[in-house]
């Protein structure tokens, strides 16, 4: 694989008690967080019956492309990562089916597929650029980002990438259990721009994945969320400091992410 180079340009980050980019910076360098399990982030994109129609999934996918757009030109094209999407949809038409009438609004219909996140978040934007929807369990941070810069290389373009997990509802939970409900979102250049934070290398490796080393990304790995994978590499961005991260990918391989400055 030849080496991809990206710029990076805007992050966006939201978890129960962290709700920001720059709350997670001042978290990095705390000790002793305890972090709640629960909580909600509601997208300004979306009017509120809208928010209200739609998964915890899909609203926590929303509000991180939508605090990430700013940092993107008109012409990116998405990226939405999650490692299992619409659980919450999945759970309603499950419960619906065993019942005799087997009755179930259409519009959970719209909104059980994967790339319900994606489409909702298009049309509140008004995106006409290219959207990806990628499922990839315990490795989707590393398919993420290898998609999405094989993307950027491949069209010569922006692309945002957005990761976002939820926790299901019981009993899915029992099956797949997620910890918390964890979004972050990276804009991703071809080339650097006057906001560019780091210089990212991608390439394959055999190595191990790299284990998060602060309090609060120990917490959230903990937990089981998979999207917690990409903790390492914000906190080496946070620091500022050159230098490499390992990331899962399928089949026991692995994404290296080399971090420098711009």
Same mark, same amino acid.
């Given at each position: 694989?030849?080496?991809?180079?990206?710029?990076?340009?805007?992050?966006?980050?939201?978890?129960?008690?962290?709700?920001?980019?720059?709350a997670?910076?001042? #978290?990095?360098?705390? $000790?002793?967080?305890?972090?709640?399990?629960?909580?909600?982030?509601?997208?300004?994109?979306?009017?509120?019956?809208?928010?209200?129609?739609?998964?915890?999934?899909?609203?926590?996918a929303? =509000?991180?492309?939508?605090?990430?757009?700013?940092?993107?030109?008109?012409?990116?094209?998405?990226?939405?990562?999650?490692?299992?999407?619409?659980?919450?949809?999945?759970?309603?038409?499950?419960?619906?089916?065993?019942?005799?009438?087997?009755?179930?609004?259409? %519009?959970r219909?719209?909104n =059980? /597929?994967?790339n319900?996140?994606?489409?909702?978040?298009?049309?509140?934007?008004?995106?006409?650029?290219?959207?990806?929807?990628?499922?990839?369990?315990?490795?989707?941070?590393?398919? &993420?980002?290898?998609?999405?810069?094989?993307?950027? %290389?491949?069209?010569?373009?922006? /692309?945002?990438?957005?990761?976002f997990? /939820?926790?299901?509802?019981?009993?899915?939970?029992a099956?797949?259990?997620? !910890?918390?409900?964890?979004?972050? #979102?990276?804009?991703?250049?071809?080339?650097?721009?006057?906001?560019?934070?780091?210089v990212?290398?991608?390439?394959?490796?055999?190595?191990? $994945?790299? =284990?998060?080393?602060?309090?609060?990304?120990?917490?959230?790995? =903990?937990?089981?969320?998979?999207?917690?994978?990409?903790?390492?590499?914000?906190?080496?961005?946070?620091?500022?400091?050159?230098?490499?991260?390992?990331?899962?990918?399928?089949g !026991? &391989?692995?994404?290296?992410?080399?971090?420098?400055a711009?």
């Amino acid at each position: 694989m030849t080496a991809i180079r990206v710029y990076l340009d805007g992050v966006s980050f939201w978890t129960p008690g962290i709700e920001s980019w720059e709350a997670l910076c001042r #978290a990095l360098d705390a $000790a002793g967080n305890t972090l709640p399990d629960t909580g909600e982030v509601m997208p300004d994109s979306l009017s509120p019956r809208a928010a209200r129609r739609v998964s915890p999934q899909i609203r926590l996918a929303v =509000a991180m492309a939508e605090k990430l757009a700013p940092s993107l030109s008109h012409e990116a094209a998405w990226v939405f990562a999650s490692s299992v999407g619409e659980g919450e949809t999945l759970q309603v038409m499950l419960e619906a089916l065993r019942r005799p009438d087997m009755m179930i609004q259409p %519009i959970r219909f719209q909104n =059980a /597929v994967h790339n319900a996140a994606s489409g909702q978040w298009s049309i509140a934007a008004g995106i006409k650029q290219p959207m990806t929807s990628i499922a990839a369990h315990d490795e989707t941070v590393g398919a &993420g980002f290898l998609k999405a810069g094989m993307q950027i %290389i491949r069209e010569d373009r922006p /692309v945002g990438l957005v990761f976002f997990d /939820v926790p299901m509802p019981e009993p899915i939970n029992a099956k797949r259990p997620l !910890g918390v409900p964890l979004g972050t #979102a990276f804009a991703l250049s071809p080339v650097p721009g006057p906001t560019t934070m780091a210089v990212i290398d991608m390439n394959l490796s055999s190595a191990p $994945a790299t =284990a998060p080393q602060s309090e609060v990304s120990l917490a959230l790995a =903990a937990t089981g969320n998979p999207i917690a994978d990409v903790l390492p590499l914000i906190e080496r961005i946070v620091d500022e400091t050159a230098g490499e991260v390992i990331v899962r990918l399928h089949g !026991g &391989g692995a994404l290296r992410l080399r971090v420098s400055a711009p």
